[in-house]
């Protein structure tokens, strides 16, 4: 049996085994930086995609609320004073400000609605995600 320290290996003058075929360090090292661009790429893609599904959540819960708030005026027995009132709401295990607009449209048998809805964040005035508009009307 011959011991694997009398093997010789064939070497080209590349530096690359003749009988291998394996690659040089530079060529690894290349594969790699590759690899390594293209993970920073989909890591990117995958940052923003998580961000703009926590968008779309938030921005459908305001949705939600809005249109709850504005089925409540809608349904309301009594006719809806003009003005303008701010409530906060918890929908969802979250805290909302909701803004009822009512005023007065040219015709005296209708009302207009708007209802916006924004995060509540202590105490500063957030921009609101969503606002509606509605009519409630007097039969």
Do not use: C, H
């Amino acid at each position: 049996m011959a011991s694997v320290a009398s093997k010789s290996m064939n070497i080209n003058e590349d530096g690359r085994n003749a009988a291998g075929g394996g690659f040089t360090l530079l060529e690894v090292l290349i594969a790699l930086a590759v690899l390594a661009v293209s993970a920073m790429a989909v890591l990117s893609q995958t940052n923003n995609s998580l961000y703009q599904l926590q968008q779309l959540r938030e921005k459908t819960l305001a949705q939600w609320t809005a249109e709850y708030q504005l089925n409540q005026l809608r349904v309301a027995e009594s006719w809806p004073a003009t003005g303008s009132a701010e409530d906060a709401v918890e929908f969802a295990g979250r805290e909302w400000r909701v803004r009822r607009t009512v005023s007065e449209t040219t015709e005296p048998w209708l009302r207009k609605i708007e209802v916006s809805v924004a995060p509540k964040a202590g105490d500063t005035q957030a921009s609101p995600l969503v606002t509606l508009t509605g009519y409630r009307g007097r039969f």
